[in-house]
């Protein structure tokens, strides 16, 4: 094999290899506002402008007895595989097709931040 295609190979071995960057906060935030705060509301109390007519009502972020009777894998298998996956509403809907494994690790992070002990 020529030397150039052994460095060709090994630099696209590098890039595929590289972690994805990570999401910043802003964007984490702004998938938040996008998806999220239509039921869960802006500051994730779980009183979003279409929550009022959501049976049960969604989850309040803020509530740290609440939320911590979830782990982050619970959090995370909600929101790639809506309510259902995780036996809980049927209401909330799935994500995995719309975001990344990523992405929604992020969105978990940033769920968590909500609950200020």
């Not at 809907?93 to 494994?101: C, N």
């Amino acid at each position: 094999m020529s030397k150039l295609w052994i460095s060709s190979l090994a630099f696209i071995v590098s890039i595929a290899l590289r972690p994805a960057p990570s999401l910043s906060a802003e964007e984490t935030a702004t998938f938040f506002r996008e998806l999220c705060s239509v039921c869960h509301g802006a500051a994730g109390k779980g009183d979003g402008p279409s929550a009022q007519g959501l049976e049960p009502k969604p989850a309040d972020f803020t509530n740290c007895k609440a939320m911590a009777k979830d782990s982050d894998e619970v959090l995370f298998k909600i929101i790639k595989g809506g309510g259902q996956s995780a036996g809980r509403s049927t209401v909330m809907p799935a994500w995995g097709d719309s975001l990344s494994d990523q992405q929604i690790r992020a969105l978990v992070k940033f769920i968590r931040g909500l609950c200020k002990k």
